[in-house]
């Protein structure tokens, strides 16, 4: 029964997807098959295959090994306040590995490594699901780069293009994930899911955005446009420092955050609770969210649960709802915590909306900027229905 409401729920994304599109008749049902089938095609790989979980198991290990490199620098930083045994504050266990893991990947991308990866994937999705080049090589990087980077590196080929196209591109990036924060998500949720959400996202963004902006492009406005090469390579050690304090930035940034958005939760439910004490931030939007949670095929006994860690991660960030839900983990079962878990795997929530929009006006014209303002709530629609396509789709494989 759960497994025929799952199947309802992936069917609804779709029809939701449609009646928010804004031209109907371009949509590109056979695209939309295709990509469907893909994500089934890698979801049943990756969990129900033995080399689908080696491969998960040894990516895993590979960030595992990143976490225990980083910890040995924050060892010598932080001393005593880092346990020899158990979890570290989460300042330290969580927030700390992004400096080295950022720039192990800049690294990477300094000697060529990550490109080739990005566009040798980009190349394969575009083939295999017939979207257009640009923008399944812009799905791959940000399934690896997070949305400012990847907006900030294509600027000049957006700004040569129609605005819907723009669109698509900011659309994208609600679902993504920045490499630099995987460590930290595989600490508090099971890593495999992790692994999973991520390509099923890149393609998933790709579905839903073809169903909510679609557009046909001709042969000529089919490229991907190669930034001219400076002459003079950066130098090594001037890009790993860069790196390490952009590292730095972005630890202390999500920090803030995290503190901010979580005296701002518990502010506005002591406020809330004055009108009576049951009425808080998560339960309202658990309540919004339980219809969806529903189709999920989540049992009704943890229906209310899973749909306040939804609203958690969208008022404020997939760290605080991963935190929260980090705890209670040993009590879901198998197909509630795979489904929560992917569904929380991914940058869609509202300050992310204001952020790329806030990239946006930077990066570009004054009228591509209003554009985008118009279609913010698209940006947000895309976002959630990519987070609850990815959990239903996993969701079919795990009982």
């Known amino acids: 029964m759960f497994f025929v409401i799952n199947i309802i729920g992936i069917i609804v994304v779709f029809a939701i997807a449609y009646l928010c599109s804004r031209d109907r008749r371009k949509v590109d049902f056979t695209s939309v098959a295709i990509m469907l089938v893909i994500q089934l095609i890698i979801t049943w790989f990756m969990l129900s295959t033995t080399i689908g979980g080696d491969i998960i198991q040894l990516v895993a290990k590979f960030f595992l090994w990143l976490i225990n490199c980083s910890m040995s620098g924050i060892r010598f930083v932080f001393g005593s306040l880092v346990p020899a045994t158990g979890m570290a504050p989460f300042l330290i266990s969580v927030l700390m590995p992004i400096i080295f893991i950022v720039a192990f990947f800049d690294i990477l991308t300094y000697f060529g490594i990550l490109p080739a990866i990005i566009n040798t994937l980009g190349w394969v999705l575009s083939k295999i699901t017939r979207s257009p080049r640009f923008e399944s090589f812009f799905a791959t990087q940000v399934m690896f780069l997070g949305n400012n980077e990847v907006l900030a590196?294509?600027?000049?080929?957006?700004?040569?293009?129609?605005?819907?196209?723009l669109l698509t591109a900011c659309m994208l990036g609600m679902s993504c994930v920045s490499v630099g924060v995987l460590g930290g998500y595989m600490q508090?949720?099971?890593p495999k899911y992790v692994l999973i959400a991520i390509p099923l996202n890149a393609v998933g963004a790709l579905i839903i955005t073809s169903l909510l902006n679609p557009y046909k492009v001709t042969p000529e406005e089919d490229v991907v446009y190669n930034p001219v090469k400076s002459d003079k390579r950066r130098n090594f050690f001037d890009m790993l420092t860069d790196s390490m304090m952009t590292g730095g930035r972005m630890a202390l940034i999500i920090a803030a955050m995290l503190m901010g958005f979580t005296a701002l939760i518990t502010c506005s439910d002591s406020i809330l609770s004055l009108i009576n004490k049951n009425i808080t931030l998560e339960n309202i939007f658990a309540v919004i969210f339980s219809p969806f949670t529903f189709l999920m095929g989540v049992t009704p006994s943890q229906i209310f649960t899973v749909a306040q860690f939804m609203g958690e991660k969208l008022a404020t960030n997939e760290f605080i709802a991963m935190g929260s839900l980090h705890p209670i983990l040993h009590t879901l079962n198998r197909h509630t915590e795979a489904v929560i878990s992917t569904f929380l795997v991914s940058f869609c929530n509202f300050s992310t909306v204001g952020i790329i929009l806030g990239s946006v006006k930077s990066l570009f014209s004054e009228e591509k900027g209003?554009?985008?303002?118009?279609n913010t709530w698209r940006l947000l629609v895309s976002g959630i229905l990519v987070s609850f396509l990815t959990?239903?789709?996993v969701g079919l494989f795990v009982w």
């Open 153 to 165: 590196i294509t600027r000049d080929q957006l700004n040569k293009m129609d605005d819907k196209r």
């Open 188 to 190: 508090m949720i099971n």
């Open 370 to 374: 209003a554009f985008i303002a118009k």
């Open 391 to 393: 959990a239903m789709v």
